[in-house]
């Protein structure tokens, strides 16, 4: 009997790039139940105008393209896109920031560079920056949560307000997010340590804001995704180390100044860019030290621009910055070939 030989690969599985956006969408559940509950029905509703902004945008994109409708739009891609901007986005901000900020994440970051696998900016958080340079406004009041009014907006409520922009008076439901609330302190002279003391900051569940909260939410999720091995261990390591230990250093040098290192861990989307946004295989580095140093350099980026920065959270600026610079650190992290010397 002779032997047949095939070429390689020879080492098979059964996934897919539909599983694996399935199983990144399942463990964003812990948190968008949390976000529900401490922020109201607001993010259901701007999620299934999200998803039905991705269906639109996806089938008039392969139309025009002249690409095959499946299995591209059941890849799920534009879901998990889609799905991350959501969560950027104020809960009660109106209907057409999160449906020009998904149609323009999914056009100008996915499709017009050829579609999933081709694009070298991350879509969710090109989308976002899109957002926060042309409605800085809407971007910037975040619906407070519950802990802190003591009331939960009723659906249909929520419904009018972001829709039709008809909100109950004399009831205040927005204001600053603790990233926000922390620079503007700074900025009026207020210490760091001072600035922690708030109520937006300490309020909530066991001491801890709803911010806080989320985060925590997305660590849980993002723990499921390492044991399910869905995405690699340097992207959350190297992110959250780098922004652990330049956090570490500046609090340490003056804490009047700089917040401790649990304030950047626990606000703004720390825990929703380390295990859901920066792990995007397309956009991201491919090798193993390429991640570890893509998403170290996301990590310090976002500490350098939550502190020195125009905006109160870098990470889509971070993000994008990086995305840039991958072709260059796949070109000098490429691992030795075995057999050869380096």
Known sequence: MHNIFTSSPFAHNNSSVQKVMLQVQLAALPALVVHLLLFGYGI????VLAVATALLVEYVMLKMRGRPLLPN?????????V?????????????WVVVSGSAFALVFGKHLYGGLGYNPFNPAMLGYAFLLLSFPAQMTQWTLPTELTGLHRPFWETFQVIFFGITQEPYIYTGATPLSLMRSGLHEGVSAVNVMMSPVLGSGWFGLNAWAWVNIAFFVGGLYLLLTRTIRWQYPVGFLGALII??????TLNPDVYAPVSFHLLAGGTMLAAFFIITDPVSSSTTPYGRLL??????????VIRNW???PDGIAFAILLMNIAV??????????VVGHSR
Do not use: K, N
């Open 44 to 47: 259901v509703i701007q999620w």
């Open 73 to 81: 739009m059941i890849d799920f891609s534009a879901l998990i896109t």
């Open 83 to 95: 799905t991350g901007l959501v969560f950027c986005i104020p809960p009660e901000s109106p209907w």
């Open 246 to 251: 330049t956090a570490w250093f500046f609090h």
């Open 294 to 303: 893509y998403a170290a350099g996301i990590g310090v980026l976002v500490y």
């Open 309 to 311: 920065g125009t905006f």
């Open 327 to 336: 072709p260059l650190i796949d070109r000098y992290t490429q691992p030795r």
